[in-house]
């Protein structure tokens, strides 16, 4: 049984019907305790009725009328041991006590029997009555004051019912209120009148369903900012090919072909950045980490990277070296110091120099990208990491995403990143900064 409901019933009816069984025992033998009690009053009530009557004539040894239901025996003895008067005569009568007052309780042939004793002048007065007849009346006392306990313990089990029911509403409504919610509607759970015990519950999902939102609402951006981005150049590549094929002239016709190509070219450096930015999102990219050296990871992404400098005349090296190595996804590293290399070569101007450094002790390791380009003023230097952004003044025909992919792996691997003034000229520098906690190192 895995209901909160039934096992709340089930404690709750049982705890209810020990407690009722224990009351109702200790009502039945509290009563025939009681009874017991009042029938010894009756018993010493009735040999007191006795007292005052003429008892004393020998002749009365007569008896009362025979009864069946009369359950108490008399019997009256004078100082010299005669029994002067008794009831019951076919009954096997207790014999004569101790001339004193007291209660006892005496065996006969037929069983026990309480008798009361008592004197008054030269007379021993007894009254008796059979044990078994007392337990038969002390049962039917207390089982007569048990019946209440019936419709009591019913009353209370319905109750139960109801105030079980009644408490768990809350909860059906919390749970009414999460099944409501979809990926249309991801709006809070009211929590104002939930009881203190499902606030947490309501709060955490509230938490949830705020990140699942941010989640989806990413997705429907990234999504809607693909489909714009992708939309220039798929509609210049059907415009270029429908060029090509009207074009006669052979010249025209290379020119076009040449066009083409940088289309097909941008389109799908486009797309492979839309691929490593989907794959760098916030619980997609939960690749484990290992050990990776920054330095040869360095040193290959300026290998990868040199033809490309070196068709536009761009001198890219590595100014300084030194031995690190960081736990990280070696793959994303290498895409974001690729990125910020790639867009250093991009913005540098032909003839210009792009410089790579790496310094710093394990703990405290630092990547530096430098170049000889415009540069990017301060204004825009937090807006260049949003998704698709290229500033007005940019003569580059980037996607707008490089560093919105830097942001997301930098942001895994808790890096801090900077952009500045080169410092020995002009153009941008870009500082990445490895640190070992969520504490950020830069003003």
């Not at 019933?9 to 407690?19: D, S, T």
Request: glycine share 6%; aromatic share 6%.
């Amino acid at each position: 049984m895995n209901s909160i409901r039934s096992r709340l019933l089930l404690w709750l009816l049982a705890g209810v019907l020990i407690a009722s069984l224990s009351a109702a025992l200790m009502t039945y033998f509290k009563a025939r305790t009681e009874a017991n009690h009042l029938f010894d009053y009756l018993l010493k009530q009735i040999a007191l009725t006795l007292q005052d009557q003429s008892l004393s004539n020998p002749d009365v040894m007569g008896t009362l009328e025979e009864e069946e239901d009369y359950d108490f025996v008399i019997q009256v003895w004078n100082d010299a041991g005669v029994r002067r008067y008794f009831s019951h005569p076919h009954k096997a009568l207790p014999p004569r006590t101790e001339p004193k007052p007291s209660y006892q309780t005496v065996k006969t042939d037929e069983g026990e029997w309480r008798v009361y004793t008592m004197t008054k002048r030269d007379l021993l007065i007894q009254v008796a009555q059979p044990l078994d007849v007392r337990r038969q009346l002390a049962t039917a006392i207390g089982l007569r004051t048990m019946i209440p306990l019936v419709p009591l313990l019913l009353v209370l089990a319905g109750l139960i019912w109801f105030i079980v029911g009644r408490g768990l509403q809350p909860l059906e409504r919390l749970a009414h209120a999460v099944r409501a919610r979809n990926s249309a509607a991801l709006q809070p759970i009211p929590d104002a009148n939930l009881p203190s015990e499902l606030k947490p519950l309501a709060t955490s999902l509230n938490d949830l369903l705020a990140r699942l939102n941010i989640a989806l609402q990413s997705q429907k951006d990234f999504v809607a900012d693909a489909a714009h981005e992708l939309r220039t150049p798929l509609t210049a590549l059907q415009l270029q090919t429908q060029l090509a094929e009207r074009a006669v002239a052979p010249e025209d016709r290379a020119k076009s072909f040449e066009q083409l190509k940088g289309g097909l070219k941008r389109a799908t450096h486009l797309v492979q950045q839309l691929l490593t930015l989907a794959r760098q999102e916030p619980g997609l990219a939960n690749k484990s980490f290992s050990s990776v050296d920054l330095s040869a990871l360095v040193k290959q992404v300026i290998t990868d990277y040199a033809p490309i400098a070196a068709a536009k005349g761009v001198d890219l090296g590595l100014l300084r070296d030194a031995a690190a190595t960081r736990q990280g996804d070696r793959e994303a590293l290498r895409v974001m110091v690729g990125n910020i290399v790639d867009n250093a070569i991009r913005y540098t101007p032909d003839g210009g120099r792009v410089d790579v450094s790496i310094s710093g002790a394990n703990k405290q390791i630092e990547i530096e990208v430098t170049d000889t380009g415009p540069g990017i003023p301060a204004d825009d230097r937090e807006r260049v990491f949003d998704r698709f952004y290229r500033r007005e003044a940019s003569q580059s025909t980037g996607s707008g995403l490089g560093l919105a992919v830097v942001k997301n792996i930098a942001g895994r691997h808790h890096i801090d990143i900077q952009l500045t003034d080169n410092p020995s000229a002009m153009g941008l520098c870009v500082k990445l900064r490895f640190r070992d906690d969520n504490r950020s190192d830069f003003p």
